[in-house]
């Protein structure tokens, strides 16, 4: 009487890809034989499920299911350095039991280990190479380098304005971090640096907007002033600039002057954490217009008479309702930095336009995209047709 449980999920696995256990009994021969698996998340009993034999003496059960589903990642926009995601992570572990009889009893049972799912999804051929150890800050870690939670193509630089926002997303393993931010001049000197420890673990998200760091460090608006980009490198507690330490993410100051308004979209990518792009170019903002109305007869009575005045309508429109369209046009971008965009922004669930009062939430209108090829296209931008969520209703007639 034993169960063996053999496959187990990374400690750190997006929720939206297979979350397997497999696991075997000698006892399968025995009469009504099954196996009993409960699900437990974050300590506590989820659902309890009975799985079958599958293979000679072996079975399996996924919980993507049920983690996705316990699973949400708000933007976070209270002005807080850095934030433990914990809604959008998960602790859990299964346990096993085998069941057989003429009148089929629980026998013996085994645990698994003790997991995180966090609320991602991987393209199935990045999801069979993902390893968490290369996004996993920890002393413990010897993965070099380690990256924040985004495919932003690092060759290129990630532009974000002085009021602009911006977030980073990352594992630590660790009992907490540092957050290590330097700024640097045009001439590539730095000018200001400050690091912030925070005793964060798992998942953490850091909010890496300009104002956001001279709000909560000791860099000015001044430093900024003169900043040309600045890096951001997350260390874990105990660990200097080469152990356990993440990559030193560039993030460029757009100074650039506009011609035209921009538009700044947040998205939801696809480790569960948010990435960031602004549209420089003439944007065209359009409506359609649904009416609703009635038909009538033609005339009034005036007095003894039916008469037809001109005033008087024979179709009627009683109310209208509109819906509003925005179309976004980059700037010329790099062929990389166009196939990041389209793929992780346009297969987004969750996509926010950032306005100088609050995020607004809208539905991204393009059904397909290309990843395009300077030698084939030339000069590259991207045009996004988004949609806005709120409708006006005009009052009645």
């Keep these: 009487m034993a169960v063996t449980i053999y496959d187990e999920p990374q400690k750190y696995s997006p929720s939206g890809n297979p979350l397997v256990f497999t696991f075997s009994s000698d006892e399968t021969a025995q009469d009504n034989f099954s196996f009993i698996v409960e699900v437990y998340v974050e300590g506590s009993l989820h659902s309890t499920h ?12 996924d919980c993507s299911g049920i983690l996705s589903s316990t699973l949400e990642s708000p933007l976070i926009v209270d002005g807080s350095l850095t934030t433990t995601y914990d809604s959008a992570i998960n602790e859990y572990y299964i346990k096993v039991y085998e069941k057989y009889g003429a009148t089929p009893t629980i026998q013996a049972s085994a645990t698994s280990s003790t997991v995180n ?7 199935h051929p990045e999801w069979i190479d993902f390893d968490y150890l290369e996004y996993n ?3 413990n870690n010897a993965t070099s380098p380690i990256l924040f939670l985004s495919n932003f193509p690092r060759a290129r630089r990630y532009y974000c304005g002085l009021e602009e926002r911006i977030f980073l997303g990352i594992l630590c393993d660790d009992t907490g971090m540092n957050i ?26 850091f909010d890496a907007s300009p104002s956001t760091i001279i709000a909560n460090t000791t860099i000015t608006s001044g430093d900024f002033d003169s900043c040309a980009y600045y890096t951001v490198q997350a260390r874990p507690t105990g660990g200097g600039a080469n152990v356990g330490a993440s990559e030193e993410f560039r993030i ?3 100074l650039e002057c506009k011609r035209y308004a921009t538009n700044r979209l947040h998205w939801l990518n696809k480790f569960g954490v948010w990435d960031s792009f602004t549209f420089t170019l003439v944007s065209v903002t359009s409506s359609s217009v649904d009416s609703f109305g009635y038909s009538r007869e033609k005339g009034v ?32 971008i790099k062929e990389d930095v166009q196939q990041w965009l389209v793929r992780s922004l346009l297969e987004s669930p969750i996509v926010y336009l950032e306005q100088s009062n609050g995020f607004e939430p809208v539905n991204i209108n393009n059904s397909t995209y290309q990843f395009k090829q300077k030698r084939k296209d030339g000069l590259i931008q991207e045009q996004i047709t988004i949609d806005r969520t709120y409708s006006f209703t005009s009052q009645l007639n």
């Design 50 to 61: 009975q799985v079958f034999r599958q293979f000679n003496t072996l079975s399996k059960f």
């Design 117 to 123: 799912a966090f609320n991602g999804s991987l393209r």
């Design 180 to 205: 290590r931010v330097r700024l640097y001049n045009s001439s590539g000197s730095q000018i200001a640096t400050d690091l912030t420890s925070v005793t964060l673990s798992q998942l953490i998200v």
């Design 301 to 332: 009575w005036n007095g003894t008479s039916y008469t037809y005045p001109l005033y008087q309508g024979e179709s009627v429109q009683y109310a209208k309702r509109s819906k509003d369209q925005l179309v976004l046009n980059s700037d010329w």
């Design 137 to 139: 800050a920890d002393t």
């Design 252 to 254: 460029d100051i757009d």
